[in-house]
């Protein structure tokens, strides 16, 4: 979807204006705080059962420790595969090699900074429009990427409980119940709004009453808008999107392999029944981001989740520990180093539209340079 021509200044400045990335206030950094306080006092409190993890971790295994972070780099080239894919949809061609380097990037800067999420996807958002891609396309990519990503954490919940048994099943049966009773208010929701004329007159009257009222809320709408209207010109049809969204759950497939293979690498029994649900609802407390990295919180909460299906808690904190140090630790110096060349690199050539692209009698178009860049 193309901007209109008339407004492309003043539309992308309200664009860039409503990502702007909001800094962590005074309450984040006391939660922070106590969080690392009550890591820091759990591991005194467990001091032996980290002597014990630090013996498994310096008699690894160097052949299944390297299956491990194959399996951790496969799982960051299908994570960096997702917009790429969707970018491709949208009629630009770009190299699954830049790709990967910006989605590493930002993962280092969004797990290192206060609020490094938010800053993170700001970033790549103008990674992309700097390269040539229109700035709704780029904002609609970032938005269906996150989607789908979510929707494959939350198919390999479902799985995970099915894995689990009725006994590891009881422990997160409130928390699912929840999300179920989300899931049906959106679907009655969406019902209502597809069945009901009336409901559906009542619903834009406050959506566009609430735009009158407010600046900031109307250029939220148009901004939503938009990033609808470009997903829905993507590609039309189910097929296309079976790609992307097959990226995603891999995505998460291959990193949940990497802990099972950190546990094989340590010489510790895989706990079949409950890795998959373990990994996926540490991920939950892990995307909120509640210390940088979410340090202290996913080792906490995937530690004490291997413990209830069954790992003492010795080689329970030595698989995390492991497993964080592949999929977190080792890739900070490589983002940042990436974060660096990307963000200082004048990248002169443009995203291409994919038909040109393949056609070698069509020369490139090189975008404006901007000033700044």
């Known amino acids: 979807m193309s901007e209109r021509p008339e407004s492309a200044a003043a539309d992308r400045e309200g664009w860039e204006t409503g990502r702007r990335p909001m800094r962590p206030g005074p309450v984040w950094w006391v939660g922070a705080g106590l969080l690392v306080a009550a890591a820091a006092w759990v591991a005194f409190w467990r001091r032996h059962e ?8 310096s008699r690894v295994r160097v052949p299944e420790l390297a299956v491990a972070v194959g399996c951790e780099a496969l799982s960051i080239v299908c994570f960096a595969a997702v917009p790429h894919r969707l970018l491709l949809s ?41 390269r040539g891609v229109e ?77 009158l009222r407010s600046g900031p809320v109307a250029r939220a709408q148009l901004a939503l808008e938009r990033v609808v209207e470009q997903a829905r010109s ?12 097959a990226l995603a759950l891999m995505n998460w497939v291959l990193d949940a392999a990497c802990l099972a293979a950190c546990l094989w690498a340590l010489g510790v029994p895989v706990p079949w029944h409950g890795l998959l649900l373990a990994y996926t609802l540490t991920q939950i407390p892990g995307s909120l981001r509640l210390t940088p990295g979410s340090l202290g919180v996913i080792e906490a909460s995937l530690s004490a989740l291997l413990v209830l299906y069954g790992l003492p808690p010795g080689p329970a904190i030595a698989a995390t520990l492991l497993y964080r140090a592949i999929s977190y630790w080792a890739l900070q110096p490589v983002g940042w180093a990436g974060w660096i060349g990307v963000t200082f690199h004048t990248d002169r050539s443009s ?23």
């Open 50 to 57: 980290l002597a014990q993890a630090f013996d498994l971790i």
């Open 90 to 130: 949208g009629g630009v061609r770009w190299s699954l090699r830049r790709m990967t380097v910006i989605a590493v990037a930002a993962n280092a800067v969004a797990g290192a900074l206060p609020g490094g999420a938010a800053f993170a996807t700001a970033w790549v958002y103008r990674q992309l429009t700097r």
């Open 135 to 211: 700035p709704v396309l780029a904002a609609a990519v970032l938005v269906i990427a996150g989607a789908l990503s979510a929707l494959a954490l939350g198919i390999l919940i479902v799985v995970g409980m099915f894995t689990v048994g009725a006994a590891g099943a009881a422990t997160v049966v409130r928390p699912i119940a929840g999300l179920l009773a989300l899931a049906m208010v959106t679907g009655l929701v969406v019902f209502s709004l597809s069945r009901f004329a009336g409901f559906r007159a009542a619903v834009r009257r406050a959506w566009t009453g609430a735009g």
């Open 234 to 245: 993507l590609q039309p049809g189910f097929r296309p999107w079976l790609r992307p969204a």
């Open 351 to 373: 995203a291409r539209p994919a038909d040109q692209a393949s056609d070698p009698r069509q020369p490139p178009r090189t975008p404006p340079h901007e000033p700044g860049t």
